[in-house]
């Protein structure tokens, strides 16, 4: 297993993130501006600051369209940027987001890994105490919440905290979502071995692969006891299940066999429609429920499976509750963010 970059000092580490951001930002501007211009274009300078980052670089070439550069590099960078023109150089402010957990920083300062179980790290409670949540305990996951609550950040930063805890030999997943605006494309820079295949992004093609699956997992020898479930540990992510219900996509028979398959599986399910049906009749299956703000009352029970949980009022932005299976009474926490660059940072440290 390969712990060496959790292991490093903090100050290291945070240099070394900053320096693979600022080279994996620089890639994205240089290749963006460049298909504006007549020739290549290089960024030679810049500074970095708390909020903000600045990157330069020397035109060659006529005035090009701001406007349409910085509409490009938004969606591409996936955080706010202005570009301007002064005195011959292209200014490219990049916003630097600054999230209330950041999980490598959490991961190295709990040395979280150092237990060698398939444990998620979901974020930091009141107390500021880091919430775990060991996957061959818990099984399969609900997450819950509205638009903006964070629920695909967290299954991002599952999926981010488990990969640094473990190896490929132990671990894969396989990460759907409905459509190609999901948000969980970014796991398709997950370092070789955890990702058999890319994300899938179409419910024709996801249907048919948890089918498959279910069929496979339902086959598979139940392990005796004293014995150990041969072959990694596989973690289905399902981002917004409710965009493969509307599309008219049955998944009763395969969502009813994967929660009830034998072996070692999680299947972790996101949704903004707690209360549907099917999720409702597959509530005893949920061995955690992970839920964010939701719209009422209605949704926070169905969410939960609690009458008075409060869900409603949790402020979103990553503001989550936790409840195991047979728990009565919450967990609050903050979920922890993995920045969307971490992900190229882990291949290149496990390269």
């Not at 991002?156 to 969980?184: C, H, K, M, W, Y």
Request: overall charge positive; some cysteine.
């Amino acid at each position: 297993m390969m712990m060496g970059m959790l292991e490093t000092e903090s100050f290291g580490l945070a240099q070394a993130r900053l320096r693979h951001h600022l080279e994996m930002q620089s890639m994205i501007i240089e290749e963006t501006v460049s298909r504006y211009s007549r020739l290549p274009l290089r960024v030679s300078g810049g500074n970095v600051r708390a909020n903000r980052i600045w990157y330069e670089l020397p035109l060659a070439v006529d005035p090009l369209p701001t406007r349409a550069i910085e509409v490009d590099l938004q969606e591409k960078l996936g955080v706010a940027a202005q570009v301007s023109l002064r005195a011959g150089r292209l200014q490219v402010a990049v916003e630097r987001p600054s999230p209330p957990v950041d999980l490598l920083t959490l991961m190295q300062q709990y040395k979280i890994p150092a237990n060698g179980a398939l444990t998620a790290v979901l974020g930091l409670d009141n107390a500021g105490m880091p919430v775990l949540l060991d996957l061959t305990r818990a099984g399969h996951v609900l997450i819950a919440g509205g638009a903006h609550s964070g629920k695909t950040a967290l299954l991002q930063t599952i999926a981010v905290s488990l990969a640094l805890a473990n190896p490929s030999s132990r671990l894969q997943f396989l990460a759907i979502q409905a459509d190609e605006q999901g948000g969980l494309r970014m796991l398709d820079s997950l370092p070789g071995g955890f990702l058999p295949r890319p994300v899938v992004t179409s419910p024709v093609t996801a249907v048919p692969a948890l089918q498959t699956l279910a069929r496979h997992l339902e086959n598979r020898p139940v392990p005796t006891s004293g014995q150990s479930v041969r072959g990694p540990h596989l973690v289905i992510l399902l981002e917004r299940i409710e965009r493969l219900l509307t599309a008219g996509f049955s998944l009763m028979e395969p969502l009813v066999r994967l929660l009830g398959a034998n072996g070692s599986i999680s299947l972790l399910v996101s949704t903004q429609q707690p209360e549907n049906e099917l999720l409702r009749y597959c509530g005893d299956r949920w061995g955690a429920r992970l839920v964010g703000r939701v719209a009422d009352a209605r949704q926070a029970e169905a969410a939960t499976d609690l009458p008075f949980s409060r869900a409603e009022h949790l402020l979103g932005d990553g503001a989550f509750l936790m409840l195991r299976r047979g728990e009565t009474m919450p967990r609050y926490f903050q979920a922890a963010y993995a920045d969307r660059y971490d992900l190229s940072f882990l291949a290149r440290k496990r390269g």
